[in-house]
């Protein structure tokens, strides 16, 4: 019997392979059949990962990229159909935000976020949807923030503002798209250690246990927490789920301002 989640013939486009959810993706994708184009600033990094897929019997390439440039993102996809002609999947996963209280942050600032969150997202749904049409199919899935749909304060005004836009350019590519075979969706993680939040929980050590008290399943999230998603989305096991918003987040989202998580003993 065929596995509803086999990717055997695929190739996937993730960005931000180098690291955090974006490798994990990556290495998901590979296990279950897919092929690999992998983007990254982090060339080295990107290179890694490619090395642990070609470990597992898989095609993968490395491509450095920045997701805020335009004529890096068409050379990646050039380099995309020169190595393999085609495209299923698209993991939008790479961009930053820039922190700064909303009456003291530079509009420079905010335009780097933008371009990096929004933008390039775009831009990289734009090449992408192009090519997934001409096949008549495809799935795309930009990784968002609850900070799409519920405020975070804490300086994070330009980071909400353009996850804000991703969420509504998800659902309007799906709209858009749904018809000609192509699926659009968002994952919009709580709180994942990725290399970034680390370094922000070095500098304040107090800043895990705040996150803590608004997760419910008490733990913050692992970049392998997105592996499962990503293996769902790009197969045909969703084939009639697009425009979906889906939270990852340990219960985050569903818990109210005024709730309090249940505190268990760790098993010793």
């Excluded at 246990?209 to 999230?221: S, T």
Aim: aromatic share 4%; net charge neutral; hydrophobic share 45%.
């Amino acid at each position: 019997m065929t596995s509803l989640f086999d990717l055997s013939g695929r190739v996937a486009l993730v960005s931000g392979a180098a690291s955090g959810m974006g490798r994990a993706m990556s290495l998901a994708l590979a296990e279950h059949g897919a092929d690999l184009v992998l983007a990254d600033l982090n060339a080295a990094g990107a290179q890694q990962t490619a090395h642990s897929i070609q470990q597992l019997g898989r095609k993968a390439i490395a491509v450095p990229c920045d997701v805020s440039s335009p004529d890096s993102i068409r050379a990646l996809f050039s380099k995309l159909d020169q190595e393999f002609g085609r495209l299923d999947f698209l993991g939008n996963v790479a961009g930053e935000g820039v922190l700064g209280k909303p009456e003291e942050i530079s509009l420079d600032d905010v335009e780097k976020t933008w371009r990096n969150l929004v933008y390039g997202r775009f831009c990289m749904c734009q090449e992408a949807g192009r090519r997934m049409i001409a096949a008549g199919r495809g799935s795309i899935v930009n990784i968002g923030s609850l900070a799409s749909i519920s405020a975070l304060g804490r300086s994070h005004i330009a980071y909400s503002m353009a996850m804000g836009a991703v969420v509504q350019m998800t659902r309007e590519l799906s709209t858009e798209w749904s018809a000609l075979g192509v699926r659009v969706n968002a994952i919009l993680p709580a709180q994942v250690l990725n290399p970034s939040l680390e370094k922000r929980i070095e500098a304040d050590p107090g800043l895990k246990d705040r996150f803590l008290q608004g997760i419910p399943a008490g733990r913050l999230g692992h970049p392998n927490d997105i592996q499962g998603l990503a293996v769902l989305l790009a197969s045909d096991s969703s084939s009639w789920i697009t425009g979906a918003l889906i939270p990852m987040d340990g219960g985050n989202l569903a818990m109210n301002c005024g709730g309090t998580r249940r505190y268990v003993d760790p098993v010793t």
